[in-house]
C-alpha cells in the first residue's frame, strides 16, 4: 500500500508539534514554548476515517538568520517535495507575521493542496479576529485550538479530501533499526552516508538531533527497512533541560520499536562508560545489536589498530559477545555498504525458530559433554526444552527444580545453542522452569 504523506510547516511557535501530537495520537514531537526546539523532520503514521497517512512536523521557518535557520528551511523544502498535502499552521494570537508571508511565497511554488490552520484560537471570539489571513492567498481558514483537540477534526476532513486516491501494492516485511550513542558519535551524519541526502540536519554541536525520525527505505534487493535516528543520550546527571530529557525517554521509545540497534561508538573519543550503559538498554530489550565505530578515517592506524580496538570493546563489551562490530566512516563511505546486509541477517536470526527435536538434541550433547550440577545432593535433571518466542528467540527449558539451574549452567547451555545455530547479532533467553 502506497502511504500518503502530509507536512505540517508554519514559521517557529505556532503550535505545530502540538497540532503533530494531536494528529498522530501520542506525544511524538517535542513540545515546549521555546522557538526552534524542533529542528529536523518529525515522522508519525496517523489515521482518520480509515485511511492512514504519514504526517511529517518540521523546524519553523523563519526569514531572520538564526542558528540552524538554514538548515531548518532546507529541511521543510525537502518536506515539502515529500507531502502530497501540506498544513501550514499560522497563529491566530499574533496575527500576519513577516515570516507567515515568508512561508506562503514558499507554498506558493509547490504547487501541492495547502490547508491553512489558524491555530490558538481558544475560545469562540477570536474567531472574529482571523480573517485577515484570508490575505495570505491561500484559500479556506481552519481555525483551532490543538492543544484543546477543538478544530482538528474539520483540518484531518480536509486532509483526507485532498489526499490521493490509494493504490494497493503488497507490502513487504519492513526491518526497523534504529542508531543509539552519546551525543555528537555521528549517527546523523551515518544516515546521511547512507541514505545519499541531507535527510537530517548533521552538525558538530553536541545534541544537535533532539527527536527520533522514521526514515524509509530500500535496498538493492528489495528489501525495505525504516531507519530511526534517535537523539544522543546523556547521563541522567547531566540532563538539565526538559527537551533533553525527553530526548532520552524517546530514544528509550526507539529501541522498543526496533528490531536490530546499532550502537554507535566514537573512535576519536574511545569508549566511555556511558557507552556501555546506552547498549545494556538494548541488551535487555532483547534486541538485534551491531556495534558500529564511526570516523574510523580519523585515526592514525598500525597493524595492530583494528585488532587491539576489537579486543577493547570484547572487554568493555562482555555482554555483547554476541554482536558482531563494524569499523566505518561516514565522511568517507568505508564499509557502510555492508550495513544493509548485516541488519537483514540479523533480524533473520532474531525470527529464527529451532525444532524442539533437533533443539533437545543439542541439549542432551551438551549434558553429555558437561553434567548438570549438584546442589546439597541432588541433582539437576533436565527434561526437555521448547522455544516459545522470537524476537529475541527464547527457549524455556523444564527442570526439576528452579533453583538447581545455577547461572552459569544456564550460560554454559546458552553457548553451545549459539555453536549449534546461527544467532549471530542477537541475545536469546533461556528460561528454567519446574515441570508440572
Not at 243 to 262: F, G, H, Q
Not at 268 to 290: C, L, N, P, Q, S
Not at 356 to 363: C, E, P
Request: hydrophobic share 40%; proline share 4%.
Amino acid at each position: 500500500m502506497s502511504v500518503a504523506t502530509v507536512a505540517i510547516v508554519g514559521r517557529p511557535n505556532v503550535g505545530k508539534s502540538t497540532l503533530f501530537n494531536r494528529i498522530a495520537g501520542e506525544r511524538i514531537s517535542i513540545v515546549e514554548d521555546v522557538e526552534g526546539v524542533t529542528r529536523d523532520r518529525i515522522y508519525a503514521q496517523a489515521e482518520w476515517l480509515n485511511r492512514s497517512f504519514s504526517i511529517i512536523d518540521t523546524g519553523g521557518i523563519d526569514d531572520v538568520d538564526a542558528p540552524f535557520m538554514e538548515q531548518i528551511k532546507h529541511q521543510a523544502e525537502i518536506a515539502m517535495n515529500e507531502a502530497d498535502v501540506i498544513v501550514f499552521v499560522v497563529s491566530g494570537k499574533e496575527g500576519i507575521t513577516n515570516a507567515d508571508e515568508y512561508v506562503a511565497k514558499m507554498l506558493y511554488k509547490t504547487e501541492k493542496p495547502v490547508i491553512l490552520v489558524v491555530n490558538k484560537v481558544d475560545n469562540p471570539e477570536m474567531r472574529n479576529d482571523i480573517y485577515d489571513f484570508y490575505s495570505l492567498g491561500l484559500g479556506e481558514l481552519y481555525p483551532v485550538s490543538s492543544v484543546h483537540g477543538i478544530g482538528t477534526g474539520d483540518v484531518l476532513d480536509a486532509i483526507i479530501e485532498n489526499l490521493p486516491a490509494e493504490d494497493s501494492q503488497d507490502e513487504s516485511d519492513v526491518i526497523r533499526f534504529s542508531l543509539i550513542g552519546r551525543p555528537n558519535v555521528g549517527k546523523s551524519s551515518l544516515i546521511n552516508a547512507i541514505l545519499g541526502e541531507d535527510r537530517v540536519i548533521a552538525s558538530p554541536v553536541a545534541g544537535t538531533t533532539r527527536d527520533a525520525i522514521d526514515t524509509h527505505f530500500v535496498d538493492a534487493e528489495g528489501q525495505e527497512f525504516t531507519m530511526i535516528d534517535t537523539a544522543g543520550m546523556r547521563k541522567s546527571g547531566k540532563v538539565y533541560e526538559n527537551t533533553e530529557k525527553y530526548s532520552v525517554m524517546r530514544a528509550m521509545r526507539a529501541i522498543d520499536r526496533s528490531d536490530v540497534v546499532l550502537m554507535v561508538l566514537n573512535a576519536e573519543e574511545g569508549i566511555r562508560e556511558y557507552d556501555k550503559r546506552i547498549a545494556g538498554f538494548a541488551h535487555e530489550a532483547g534486541k538485534g545489536i551491531i556495534i558500529v565505530v564511526n570516523k574510523w578515517d580519523t585515526l592514525d592506524k598500525d597493524n595492530h589498530t583494528l585488532k587491539n580496538w576489537e579486543e577493547d570493546i570484547r572487554d568493555q563489551f562482555q555482554y555483547l559477545s554476541y554482536a558482531p562490530i563494524i569499523f566505518v566512516s561516514a565522511m568517507t563511505k568505508q564499509r557502510l555498504h555492508k550495513l544493509p546486509a548485516m541488519i537483514k541477517e540479523i533480524s533473520q536470526n532474531q525470527n529464527l525458530r529451532i525444532p524442539s527435536a533437533v533443539l533437545n538434541d543439542v541439549i542432551m550433547d551438551a549434558i553429555a559433554i558437561n553434567p548438570t550440577p549438584t546442589d546439597k545432593g541432588k541433582r539437576l535433571k533436565i527434561f526437555y526444552a521448547t522455544q516459545v518466542a522470537v524476537k529475541p528467540p527464547t527457549f524455556v527449558i523444564f527442570v526439576n527444580e528452579e533453583e538447581l539451574m545455577h547461572f552459569s549452567y544456564l550460560r554454559f547451555l546458552e553457548n553451545q545453542i549459539r555453536k549449534a545455530f546461527v544467532f549471530e547479532g542477537t541475545p536469546i533467553h533461556l528460561i528454567a522452569r519446574k515441570r508440572k
